[in-house]
């Protein structure tokens, strides 16, 4: 029946990925290998050469077999964009991402489908408004935090530092601010010592890192996820529900409308503005959960890769210093910091595009077809004819491979070159922060804030440098719910005369 309706439909079969063993197990193997050995998106681009290699030609859709499940792969922006944008409404997030993650992060936007997503869109998307992302005050306030745990030492330089460290405190204190009200300054905590650093972020942070394990490696076990189940799962996702919680019932005590309308002029708090459309407990934890994630996770991820990166092409430093210098004056005497001029500062936006094209946060993902369905191309010798795609069916698309495709960005594909963003408007080849109806709402939320925190560094500093063997050996990469260098972005920088 398959069969038949295929052909009803001119569609043709893509190629299948070999040697894999009885039901794929050893596919499986290979992936949680890969995460071990923090390679988990180089084993993706060894798949794709390995299937050019097997037919002949460029191959970018393919079958694989997944503990007995035929799930398919794909690079092509041609089908990605059929399954966020043109047939949005035959693909779904589908049952095991939604109860792998569920399992966390509870009943919010990043894991539901149909009218349950829709809800939530609607409910979320009027607190993304540029007018309550564009919070600057609040954002140097961590900056300054952030400065000082980088004291500059009596040869001008700080130092060494893995900076990575203090983007990720630096992300969970601006992100529990605008969502909360109260940011848990980790960083002034940190800084103490005799506080010994917050207690109560430190558990919730190190709590939420071990749940996105478990579930990274439960996407890998498909409708099996529920396999991978340690004992200390249930501890993590206490910790972390009962941090939101707290904030939650605090909320939600703080009382009506009629009484914030008394209270006058407020600032603006997410969490507020979200207890005035539901005073469902259960429901604003979840969502407060699904927001933090990509709130401190994502911008943390991207400044991180950044820096890695300004690390290894000095003559990017120099290059971004001086347009942010031009455009924004020193960093005693910062001019016209704005979200309109941080967006329209060209080569700063042209360093941010390139680090999430290189490495993009979120480096892969994957919808499951509701009904039965297609893909505009993959099938056939010449790979060209539409592929059939029957209810049920996992297509996972590698968004790490599509950025490093030669035919799309260059025979320099791999290299790290800001430039080539002059003049760029890049398609469904560029997808960064997905696309269609599912597009990430926070996108600007994420931007602005690595905007600003990257224009204040490199005001304060002139130069970067790091020991010979920081930057010596495989690029390894952290892959949980996103991505981050799998190694410490371990630096030292210059203070700049003012």
Request: glycine residues 8%; proline residues 5%; neutral net charge.
């Amino acid at each position: 029946m398959i069969v038949a309706k295929a052909r009803q439909l001119n569609c043709q079969d893509a190629p299948w990925y070999p040697g894999l063993g009885p039901l794929g197990y050893k596919g499986v193997q290979q992936m949680l290998k890969a995460d071990k050995e923090q390679l988990f998106p180089n084993l993706l681009v060894e798949r794709q050469n390995n299937m050019g290699k097997l037919t002949g030609r460029q191959c970018l859709t393919y079958r694989v077999d997944n503990l007995g499940q035929t799930q398919y792969g794909t690079c092509d922006p041609k089908n990605v964009q059929h399954m966020l944008a043109h047939g949005f409404a035959d693909f779904d997030l589908g049952p095991a991402r939604r109860g792998n993650m569920m399992r966390t992060l509870g009943d919010g936007i990043f894991v539901q489908d149909g009218a349950a997503w829709e809800h939530s869109r609607a409910l979320l998307r009027p607190n993304f408004v540029r007018e309550q992302i564009s919070d600057l005050d609040m954002e140097e306030r961590h900056v300054q935090n952030l400065l000082k745990v980088l004291p500059v030492q009596s040869d001008g330089w700080t130092a060494e530092t893995n900076i990575q460290t203090l983007f990720f405190r630096l992300t969970i204190d601006a992100a529990t601010e605008f969502l909360f009200g109260d940011s848990v300054d980790s960083q002034i905590a940190e800084s103490n010592a005799v506080s010994g650093g917050n207690k109560d972020e430190l558990a919730f942070s190190q709590n939420f890192d071990n749940a996105q394990r478990v579930m990274a490696k439960g996407f890998r076990l498909a409708d099996l996820y529920w396999l991978y189940n340690p004992k200390s799962f249930k501890e993590n996702n206490r910790v972390v529900n009962n941090f939101v919680k707290h904030y939650v019932d605090l909320a939600l005590e703080k009382g009506s409308r009629e009484k914030k309308a008394e209270e006058g002029h407020r600032k603006y708090v997410f969490l507020e503005a979200l207890a005035e459309q539901t005073q469902d407990p259960v429901e604003l934890r979840a969502q407060l959960l699904n927001i933090l994630l990509a709130g401190r996770d994502t911008t943390a991820s991207l400044l991180s890769w950044l820096f890695h990166q300004l690390l290894r092409h000095p003559e990017v430093f120099e290059k971004l210093r001086s347009a942010i210098l031009d455009a924004f004056g020193s960093y005693d005497d910062p001019q016209d910091i704005t979200f309109a001029t941080l967006k329209g500062c060209q080569y700063l936006q042209a360093c941010l595009n390139e680090t999430n094209r290189l490495w993009p946060v979120v480096p892969g993902n994957a919808r499951r077809s509701n009904k039965d369905t297609t893909l505009p191309r993959g099938g056939g010798p010449d790979g060209q004819s539409p592929v059939f795609i029957p209810a049920g069916t996992d297509v996972n698309y590698s968004i790490f491979v599509m950025h490093r495709r030669k035919d799309l960005w260059g025979e320099d594909a791999e290299e790290f070159k800001p430039e080539r963003w002059a003049g760029r408007k890049p398609g469904w080849e560029y997808l960064p922060f997905n696309g269609g109806p599912r597009i990430c709402i926070g996108q600007q939320f994420a931007l602005t804030e690595a905007s600003y925190v990257t224009v204040r560094l490199l005001q304060r500093f002139d130069a970067i440098s790091a020991s010979a063997h920081e930057l010596e050996g495989t690029v390894t990469t952290n892959l949980t719910l996103t991505s981050c260098p799998g190694r410490p972005v371990t630096l030292k920088l210059r203070e700049a005369k003012q």
